[in-house]
Structures are given as structure tokens and as C-alpha cells.
């Protein structure tokens, strides 16, 4: 399965018009070489040919230069010299070419905003979908639990291999920070999500998740976990639906060791 990256393919995304902008211009100078070969094989043609037939001949003996099919047709000694230093700006041109347009499009930003191209669909349609954010330990956990209980789950992760393991793993995976950029909760769809869990040790970010989450979805299920109870009170008013808190689930479940 793919990933959605939210920042490289903005990157990508320029990389693919800076190609375009270079194509262009390396298409304008090979036009131009078209042009004044064509000129001048016209001026240097002292046959009595008429001069639209002069032109065509010309016309095509520049393509000819210009796409390498040799197909030439017969030159007297100075057409033969102008074609010489044709063919060498044409070369110049065409390493030219090369230099400004090989390796970009197999960029790894290019290549992530292809695969965020073919994922876009896949998240347009999702909804009623249940998204992880953190897949490590709880969140690998949790997530493997939802899916095997028939739900759609979204994956976030802002860690190159956490996202790579759960793309492996057959998940809908978006790379990103959600504790910085709402962009990356607005592609997991959470104006539709059917619930959201928040499995991340930063606080702070679950806060802000929380928070941001709340405000895109102000009826979205959001279950977040929390060490205290201090900042199960943040979170609650954030806009958490439940909070598990970690020192009351441990506590618990170790005077159940008494009974």
C-alpha cells in the first residue's frame, strides 16, 4: 500500500513544474535551431527550384538534424559547412536537454507526489472510517484490532518506518505530523471519521491533536490517552470523548492481582 506524505509531494509538486518550465525552454531552443537551419539552408540554396519547394527541403533537413534521422537530402560545399555548425549546436543543445531534465522526475519528492496522486481517490471515498494516530506498541495494537474487527483504519505517523510497517501491513497510512498541521487531518477525513484514538507519549501533542481534531469534527469519537488525570482534565475540555488514563488503568489492574 502506498503512503500519503503531506510535506515531500508539496516539494514534488514544484519539481514537476520546474521539469515543465525546462522542457519548455529546451523545446524553444531546438525550435529555434529548426528555424535558422531552415533560414539558412533557404539562403545558401542556389537552385532553381521554386521557393516554396526550397523552403519545404529546408524545412525538412532541419527536422532531420534536429530528430537524428539522417535522412538528409543532397548539400553543395556550403550547405555541407552551415549543416556542419548546425549539427554541433544541435549536439550542444541536446546535452544541453539532458543535463536540465534527466533525474528530476525520478526524484523521490516527484515519485511521492505520484503515489499521493493515486492514493487521493482511496480518501476521498473514505468515510465512516476509524483513524490511529501513532504506530507503535499501543498504536500497532490497537490498530490490528480494529482491522480485524472489520473497520477501516487510517494510520498517521510522522516517522518514516513506523509508516512504511503499517503500509506494509495493509493500512491506509498518511505521513505526517498531526500535531503541527491540520492538513494532515483534513486528508485522514476527519470531517468524516467515525472515531479517532490518539495512542501518542508526547502530551502536548495530544492536546493539540485533540484540539484540532475537535475543531474539524466537533461529533467525532476521539479517545486519547493521558498519564494523569491533570491532563485527562485538558483533554476533556480539548474535546476528548474518553481518556484513558495510564496511572488508574495500572492501578487497577494491580489491586485485581489482590482478589
Known sequence: MPIYRVIEPRVGHQRINEWWRRARRVLGLLAGVIFACTLGLVLLDTSSEPPLHKLLLALWNSVNLVTTLGDFSTFDPRQRLFMLGAMLFAMVIGAYGISQLTGILSSADVVAYRENRSMQRTLDSLSGHVVVIGFVSLGQLLAGQLKRAGKQVVVIDRD????????????????????????????????????????????????????????????????????????????????ASEVIIAEKLLAEAMIGQLG
Open 160 to 239: 518514516e518506518a513506523n509508516a512504511a510497517i503499517a503500509a506494509d501491513a495493509g493500512y491506509v497510512v498518511i505521513k505526517g505530523d498531526a500535531g503541527l498541521d491540520d492538513e494532515v487531518l483534513k486528508h485522514a477525513r476527519i470531517d468524516t471519521a467515525g472515531a479517532l484514538f490518539v495512542t501518542t507519549e508526547d502530551a502536548n501533542r495530544n492536546l493539540s491533536i485533540t484540539l484540532m481534531s475537535h475543531t474539524l469534527n466537533a461529533t467525532l469519537k476521539i479517545v486519547v490517552t493521558a498519564s494523569n488525570e491533570r491532563w485527562g482534565e485538558l483533554l476533556r475540555r480539548a474535546g
